[in-house]
């Protein structure tokens, strides 16, 4: 079913005008990816256009190949993003080198909106400077805290003392919308943690399998920066072990590496499909989930290649539960009641928060 119309407008202006900051006679480039790939949906790529010219903007769409070992752009579209004053990509490139140096000075955004229905939906019209002031708000008091506790019904237990998060690890590519926290580095940290049934990317690298599944519980045990082991049934142990030797083994990696964590902060997100039916998908669109929180793993880089997801967490910033089993309470985080009244839209979405991530 399609939404109405006026509801994509309102989620476009939000990504062009609050996010990308489009204005009249700018130059808009939206990089898309071939219909044929059906990742993102490509009516909401001529919404999106529509509403660039809608507000005097010269917009420019190219299209971008699917990349599936992307490391960085093709030297005519890298020259394309340097001639344009705000580049949107609709397309995986733009989430692959999320942590590369293109964005930094320049308007460069990534679209986790992937549908007419997530760009028309509270998921796309909240207000994205709201969630950019709450992102901010949280990045300061994981900076401040002392302890940190993260646990989760099926068994995750790790702690540490956050070493630094502002600015640090961060993306260099505005997110749309606001998902997630700046990654917590995971010096410090040890414990472990329970995987949902499955390992899988971390949109790095689109390698096949992409997500290796378990038949029963497993467990992630790590130290700090590095992977002591796993504990489950020996087959399962043994497919989680076989699995990062492949991954690390096709791209010259550290496999034991332990990057850093975050977790969603939008309860606005949802996915409707099962994860199972396109793992690729559902780690690029649900992650945003305060239900979902992950680590990043194999590769000494962020985000690494290999996703650990905790379902449902507990984040306890010195004894503070700021999430509760997969609820994000903002009025728990410092400022975050007041951010909220300056926000009503915010305010609303966090009242009916979408438990939908597809598990």
Same mark, same amino acid.
């Given at each position: 079913?399609?939404?109405?119309?006026?509801?994509?407008?309102? +989620?476009? #202006?939000?990504?062009?005008e609050?996010? /990308?900051?489009?204005?009249?006679? $700018? &130059?808009l %480039?939206?990089?898309h990816?071939?219909?044929?790939?059906?990742?993102?949906?490509?009516?909401?790529?001529e919404?999106?256009?529509?509403?660039?010219?809608?507000?005097?903007?010269?917009?420019?769409?190219?299209?971008?190949?699917?990349?599936?070992?992307?490391?960085?752009?093709?030297?005519?579209l890298?020259?394309?993003?340097?001639?344009?004053?705000?580049?949107?990509?609709?397309?995986?490139?733009?989430?692959?080198?999320?942590?590369?140096?293109?964005?930094?000075?320049?308007?460069?955004?990534?679209?986790?909106?992937?549908?007419r229905?997530?760009?028309?939906?509270?998921? +796309?019209? #909240?207000?994205?400077?709201?969630?950019? /002031?709450?992102k901010?708000?949280? $990045? &300061?008091? %994981?900076?401040?805290?002392?302890?940190?506790?993260?646990?989760?019904?099926?068994?995750?237990?790790?702690?540490?003392?956050?070493?630094?998060?502002?600015?640090?690890?961060?993306?260099?590519?505005?997110?749309?919308?606001?998902?997630?926290?700046?990654?917590?580095?995971?010096?410090?940290?040890?414990?472990?943690?329970?995987?949902?049934?499955?390992?899988?990317?971390?949109?790095?690298?689109?390698?096949?399998?992409?997500?290796?599944?378990?038949?029963?519980?497993?467990?992630?045990?790590?130290?700090?920066?590095?992977?002591?082991?796993?504990?489950?049934?020996?087959?399962?142990?043994r497919?989680?072990?076989?699995?990062?030797?492949?991954?690390?083994?096709?791209?010259?990696?550290?496999?034991?590496?332990?990057?850093s964590?975050?977790?969603?902060?939008?309860?606005?997100?949802?996915?409707?499909?099962?994860?199972?039916?396109?793992?690729?998908?559902?780690?690029?669109?649900?992650?945003?989930?305060?239900?979902?929180?992950?680590?990043?793993?194999?590769?000494?880089?962020?985000?690494?290649?290999?996703?650990?997801?905790?379902i449902?967490?507990?984040?306890?910033?010195?004894?503070?539960?700021?999430?509760?089993?997969?609820?994000?309470?903002?009025?728990?985080?410092?400022?975050?009641?007041?951010?909220?009244?300056?926000?009503?839209?915010?305010?609303?979405?966090?009242?009916?928060?979408?438990?939908?991530?597809?598990?």
């Amino acid at each position: 079913m399609t939404p109405p119309a006026s509801d994509i407008e309102r +989620g476009a #202006a939000n990504l062009l005008e609050n996010c /990308a900051g489009t204005s009249p006679g $700018d &130059r808009l %480039l939206l990089v898309h990816e071939p219909v044929e790939l059906d990742y993102y949906d490509p009516a909401m790529v001529e919404a999106v256009a529509r509403r660039g010219r809608a507000i005097g903007a010269d917009v420019r769409l190219v299209e971008a190949p699917f990349d599936p070992d992307a490391s960085g752009l093709p030297e005519t579209l890298r020259a394309e993003l340097l001639a344009a004053d705000q580049t949107v990509f609709l397309a995986r490139i733009g989430d692959q080198i999320r942590f590369s140096d293109i964005g930094r000075n320049r308007r460069v955004v990534v679209s986790y909106a992937l549908s007419r229905a997530m760009l028309a939906c509270d998921f +796309g019209i #909240a207000d994205y400077d709201g969630f950019d /002031a709450l992102k901010r708000a949280i $990045d &300061r008091m %994981l900076a401040q805290s002392g302890t940190i506790d993260v646990t989760c019904p099926a068994g995750t237990a790790f702690r540490g003392r956050a070493q630094t998060t502002l600015g640090n690890g961060d993306v260099s590519i505005r997110r749309f919308p606001m998902l997630v926290f700046t990654p917590v580095l995971a010096d410090g940290f040890a414990g472990r943690v329970a995987m949902p049934g499955f390992l899988v990317g971390t949109g790095s690298k689109y390698y096949q399998p992409y997500a290796r599944e378990f038949e029963g519980p497993v467990i992630a045990r790590f130290e700090g920066r590095r992977i002591v082991g796993f504990d489950g049934a020996a087959e399962d142990v043994r497919r989680a072990e076989a699995h990062y030797r492949f991954v690390a083994e096709k791209y010259g990696i550290d496999a034991g590496f332990v990057h850093s964590w975050h977790a969603g902060m939008h309860p606005g997100s949802r996915y409707d499909m099962p994860a199972a039916a396109n793992y690729e998908r559902w780690s690029g669109a649900a992650f945003g989930n305060p239900r979902l929180l992950h680590v990043h793993t194999c590769g000494a880089y962020a985000p690494g290649e290999i996703s650990w997801n905790v379902i449902d967490p507990t984040i306890a910033v010195d004894g503070v539960a700021v999430w509760e089993r997969g609820v994000l309470y903002a009025e728990r985080i410092p400022g975050g009641s007041a951010l909220m009244d300056r926000h009503p839209d915010l305010k609303t979405v966090f009242e009916h928060p979408s438990r939908d991530i597809g598990l």
